[in-house]
């Protein structure tokens, strides 16, 4: 029965520890494995609020890199012009290039903060659903005046 409950134990802490994010360097992963941005969202289906935040994250990161690249790309494609042909250069497709990629840069900032948010809600929500379902599984052992012994609380 002592083995039953010690196994059960073990058995918890793994499955508790096995499910945490951990976001660095702009990537997610679980279990040291890198997880995409579909999976992401599959895992954070059930803290709604995790997810609301996660997708507010890509979409602003995506908005922004369109934004970006439109703006690279008409300042590129003005420069070209002007180096080929007889074209006054600096024309308002650069300005505007230079306009889009300063509108980006407020729009990109921010993004990995609110994923780092996002993972920590989820993470957090992972802890408070195991403690009200009483998958919280402690094992400390205790020392009194009767002896030594083990103390599981679930």
């Known amino acids: 029965m002592k083995q039953l409950f010690l196994i059960v134990a073990i058995f918890g802490f793994s499955i508790s520890f096995a499910q945490k994010l951990e976001y660095t360097n702009g990537k997610i992963f679980q279990d040291g494995e890198q997880l995409s941005s579909f999976e992401t969202k599959n895992l954070m289906k059930t803290d709604l609020k995790a997810l609301h935040l996660f997708k507010?994250?890509?979409?602003?990161?995506?908005?922004?890199?369109?934004?970006?690249?439109?703006?690279?790309?008409?300042?590129?494609?003005?420069?070209?012009?002007?180096?080929?042909?007889?074209?006054?250069?600096?024309?308002?497709?650069?300005?505007?290039?230079?306009?889009?990629m300063a509108v980006s840069i407020p729009i990109l900032s921010g993004r990995k903060k609110m994923v780092q948010e996002s993972v920590d809600?989820?993470?957090?929500?992972?802890?408070?659903?195991?403690?009200?379902?009483?998958?919280?599984?402690?094992?400390?052992?205790?020392?009194?005046?009767?002896?030594?012994?083990?103390?599981?609380n679930f």
């Open 121 to 152: 809600m989820y993470n957090q929500g992972l802890k408070n659903e195991k403690k009200t379902l009483g998958d919280n599984f402690e094992l400390n052992i205790v020392n009194n005046s009767n002896g030594v012994g083990l103390r599981i």
């Open 56 to 100: 507010k994250a890509k979409s602003k990161e995506s908005i922004g890199g369109f934004i970006l690249g439109l703006g690279i790309g008409g300042t590129v494609a003005d420069l070209v012009m002007g180096l080929t042909s007889d074209v006054k250069y600096p024309t308002a497709i650069t300005y505007a290039g230079v306009g889009l």
